[in-house]
T-cell receptor
C-alpha cells in the first residue's frame, strides 16, 4: 500500500525565516496532495492542496511544490510568524481509493519570536 | 455554518464498556470519515462512508463499527472498549471525488479525546 514519509519531525525557526517540510510517497498513482495544520487541542485544518496536474501552487506566504518523477512534495512557509507554530501533516490520495487520505506522521514547527 | 461537530469532547471508559461517538456536518457533504490520532502516528482511517446508508473499512477498523443512517450524521461505536483504543478521534467530511476521480478536500471536526482504563 501507499507509504508517506514526512521530514523533519520537528523544525525550529526564527520569526521571519522560511520553513520547508518535505513528504515522499511510494505509489505513482497518487494524484491529490493536501497539507493540514493542527494547533494544540484542535482538529486538522486544510491550508493548501495540489493535484498531480500542477507542479506548484501558492497562497500568500504558503506554497506547495510537487515533483511527480521523484514522488515528493514540499510545503514552503515564508516570513514565518509565531502563529505559524503548529503540527503540519501532509497527506496523499490516489485514484480508486474513494478519496481516502494517507497521512504523514507530522512535523512540529516552532517559530521563535 | 457549524461545519463538522463531534460529541462528546472527552470521555473516560472502563475496559469492556461501550460507547458511541457522534459526528454531524451541515455542509451537505456526501463522504464522511472517522480517524484516530495517536502520538507519533499521524491520522489513521478507521471507517468511512461514501453516502447515506453505506460504510466501508479503512486502515484500522478492528474493534469499531459505524453507521450512516442520515446523510449529515456518522456514528462510531465501540462495542467493548480496550486500552488500545485510547486515542483522539476525528471525524471529517468532504463533497466526495473531484474531477478525474481524485480526492477532494476533507474538513475535520474538533475531535473526541477518549481514555480507556
Amino acid at each position: 500500500g501507499e507509504n508517506v514519509e514526512q521530514h523533519p519531525s520537528t523544525l525550529s525557526v526564527q520569526e521571519g525565516d522560511s520553513a520547508v517540510i518535505k513528504c515522499t510517497y511510494s505509489d505513482s498513482a497518487s494524484n491529490y496532495f493536501p497539507w493540514y495544520k493542527q494547533e494544540l487541542g484542535k482538529g486538522p485544518q486544510l491550508i493548501i492542496d495540489i493535484r498531480s496536474n500542477v507542479g506548484e501552487k501558492k497562497d500568500q506566504r504558503i506554497a506547495v511544490t510537487l515533483n511527480k518523477t521523484a514522488k515528493h512534495f514540499s510545503l514552503h512557509i515564508t516570513e514565518t510568524q509565531p502563529e505559524d507554530s503548529a503540527v503540519y501533516f501532509c497527506a496523499v490520495s490516489k485514484v480508486g481509493s474513494q478519496g481516502n487520505l494517507i497521512f504523514g506522521k507530522g512535523t512540529k514547527l516552532s517559530v521563535k519570536p | 455554518n457549524a461545519g463538522v461537530t463531534q460529541t462528546p469532547k472527552f470521555r473516560v471508559l472502563k475496559t469492556g464498556q461501550s460507547m458511541t461517538l457522534l459526528c454531524a456536518q451541515d455542509m451537505n457533504h456526501e463522504y464522511m470519515y472517522w480517524y484516530r490520532q495517536d502520538p507519533g502516528m499521524g491520522l489513521r482511517l478507521i471507517h468511512y462512508s461514501v453516502g447515506e446508508g453505506t460504510t466501508a473499512k479503512g486502515e484500522v477498523p478492528d474493534g469499531y463499527n459505524v453507521s450512516r443512517l442520515k446523510k449529515q450524521n456518522f456514528l462510531l461505536g465501540l462495542e467493548s472498549a480496550a486500552p488500545s483504543q485510547t486515542s483522539v478521534y476525528f471525524c471529517a467530511s468532504s463533497y466526495g471525488l473531484a474531477g478525474r476521480m481524485t480526492g477532494s478536500r476533507q474538513f475535520f471536526g474538533p475531535g473526541t479525546r477518549l481514555t480507556v482504563l
